[in-house]
């Protein structure tokens, strides 16, 4: 079926640099997501993305988050300077529609933050 | 607000037998439902959803879910689990308005065991 690719799936990032998650989503998607999810925790909405536009972000989207899909490439998902919280699986997602359609994940790239 | 209760963290069933993974949200509109499966080392895939009708849904490999509005539960079951049934279940509701927001539970490990 569909796939969403994630790379790298394992990333090790000083504290204060910037790290940039790449995801590849299924190609004629229009939604595009970030998920967060601590070891041991949910995964919680971190922020949607539509026609070159955050449509919605949670209070987990701090302002050292950044999302961008630059012409039509890679979803992606900056985070500017990072911090040892920051530390979590990161899942991408994708779906052609919006509220009742099929959402697509990726495997998650495990950000470690030393 | 949406949430979502799976109050068992951890599930361990014989092969053969029945299986009923719970799960509880909250939400004050009409909520999208969803289960979802995750395998060790792979992204989430999506087992069944219930948007409306028929409030018993059929998945894939033999799962179904139950929408009870009254009790706000949307239990998932299957008749006679195999080993390969072994991974994390998380149950989602969506509103229906808002771009696939899914929130999530916390997931259910389940561990088929011969």
């Known amino acids: 079926g569909p796939k969403v690719l994630q790379i790298p799936s394992h990333q090790i990032i000083d504290m204060g640099q910037m790290v940039t998650l790449n995801c590849d989503p299924v190609?004629?998607?229009?939604?595009f997501y970030w998920y967060k999810q601590i070891l041991g925790q949910q995964m919680e909405f971190l922020v949607n993305f539509y026609n070159g536009k955050v449509m919605e972000k949670s209070k987990l989207f701090k302002d050292q988050f950044s999302v961008e899909r630059p012409d039509g490439s890679y979803f992606t998902l900056k985070i500017q300077p990072t911090a040892l919280e920051d530390s979590a699986v990161y899942f991408c997602a994708s779906s052609f529609g919006g509220a009742n359609t099929e959402v697509f994940f990726g495997k998650g790239t495990r950000l470690t933050v030393v | 607000a949406q949430s979502v209760t799976q109050p068992d963290a951890r599930v361990t069933v014989s092969e053969g037998a029945s299986l009923q993974l719970r799960c509880k949200y909250s939400y004050s509109g009409t909520p999208y439902l969803f289960w979802y499966v995750q395998y060790p080392r792979q992204g989430l895939q999506l087992l069944l959803k219930y948007y409306s009708g028929d409030p018993v849904v059929q998945g894939v490999n033999g799962f179904e879910a139950e929408f009870i509005k009254s009790n706000s539960s949307f239990h998932l079951r299957k008749a006679s689990v195999h080993w390969s049934d072994s991974a994390v279940y998380f149950c989602?509701?969506?509103?229906?308005?808002?771009?696939?927001?899914?929130?999530f539970g916390q997931g259910t490990s389940l561990s088929v065991v011969p």
């Open positions: 190609s004629n998607h229009l939604y």
């Open positions: 989602a509701v969506s509103a229906s308005s808002s771009f696939s927001k899914l929130v």
